[in-house]
């Protein structure tokens, strides 16, 4: 009976002086993460660049110096896509940025050190550097208002092609004889909140080049004061989808399943703008 107590109080202590590590010493067992940097050509903000485990649901964006953490589950763990033994891609995407890709190994969930690619603590020994497609500058006048009563906002659209062929999606009305209205504008409050939508009867969505330099277009159209209650930025999005069909299908659907749609959804299409802003005093 002695030497039963006596076991138990050795294993005991052994146990408890290992919460740390299950082995000797007093080092934690280290994350299983995966850590870089991404950089955007012809940007000085490099956030929201979306960075995907491929054949997983593992997901995570950048912050505005580029750099991500991608936590990995253990084995034991699930309901984020089973990390095996076995060769994956990390996909690096923004639509309006050539996709890129690392190739990793990973052994029972943790990373395998790589030389030219990644380390065992999971860094990227290499920024990533994503090429531009397209660039979107949208220009507003006026940029402030005091909306007491109707009034009417004026956008300059300029695209300007990074690529030798460029194909988007836009939103058009097309009228006798080929005359041709540009539509299809989405602005958002700071909250990223659907506020207006600017459609016009009549109108459908139109495939379309942009050629080099540039392809560029202002449009007017009425802000209601009903819609802009409350003072502060808004952000006026025009409906552009880069045409492309190199994206896995299984990262579109986890940034979101309707993010080409012509509504509240379009504030999740990853299309890296400037401009757009106008204030309401």
């Known amino acids: 009976?002695?030497?039963?107590?006596?076991?138990?109080?050795?294993?005991?202590?052994f146990l408890g002086a290992c919460e740390d590590n299950p082995f000797f010493g007093?080092?934690?067992?280290?994350?299983?993460?995966?850590?870089?940097?991404?950089?955007?050509?012809?940007?000085?903000?490099?956030?929201e660049i979306y960075v995907w485990l491929e054949g997983t649901e593992l997901i995570t964006q950048t912050d505005e110096n580029g750099d991500f953490t991608m936590p990995l589950p253990t084995p034991s763990e699930q309901g984020t896509g089973s990390i095996v033994t076995g060769t994956?891609?990390?996909?690096?995407?923004?639509?309006?940025?050539?996709?890129?890709?690392?190739?990793i190994e990973l052994l029972n969930g943790e990373v395998?050190?790589?030389?030219?690619?990644?380390?065992?603590?999971?860094e990227l020994k290499r920024i990533v550097s994503l090429k531009n497609i397209l660039t979107l500058d949208t220009k507003i006048s006026p940029q402030s208002y005091i909306l007491s009563e109707d009034d009417s906002i004026t956008v300059n659209v300029k695209l300007?092609?990074?690529?030798?062929?460029?194909?988007?999606?836009?939103?058009?009305?097309?009228?006798?004889?080929?005359?041709?209205v540009r539509t299809g504008f989405l602005i958002y409050n700071d909250n990223h909140q659907l506020i207006q939508s600017i459609d016009i009867e009549g109108s459908k969505k139109r495939r379309e080049a942009v050629m080099s330099p540039?392809?560029?277009?202002?449009?007017?159209?009425?802000?209601?004061?009903?819609?802009?209650?409350?003072?502060?930025?808004?952000?006026?999005?025009p409906y552009i989808v880069v045409d492309r069909s190199d994206v896995p299908p299984k990262l579109e659907s986890l940034i979101g399943a309707n993010q080409k749609s012509f509504d509240q959804n379009?504030?999740?299409?990853?299309?890296?703008?400037t401009g757009g802003k106008f204030v309401v005093q």
């Open 160 to 180: 300007n092609p990074n690529k030798p062929e460029v194909f988007i999606n836009t939103i058009v009305r097309v009228y006798d004889r080929g005359y041709v």
């Open 1 to 13: 009976m002695k030497w039963t107590a006596l076991l138990f109080y050795v294993v005991f202590l």
């Open 266 to 273: 379009f504030i999740l299409y990853p299309l890296k703008r």
């Open 112 to 122: 395998v050190e790589d030389l030219s690619t990644i380390s065992k603590e999971g």
């Open 88 to 103: 994956y891609k990390l996909y690096f995407y923004l639509a309006n940025y050539r996709l890129e890709y690392v190739t």
């Open 214 to 237: 540039r392809k560029e277009w202002t449009a007017e159209f009425p802000l209601n004061k009903s819609f802009y209650s409350s003072n502060g930025e808004y952000n006026v999005i």
């Open 26 to 47: 007093d080092d934690k067992i280290p994350e299983r993460e995966i850590t870089g940097r991404v950089s955007l050509q012809f940007s000085e903000n490099h956030s």
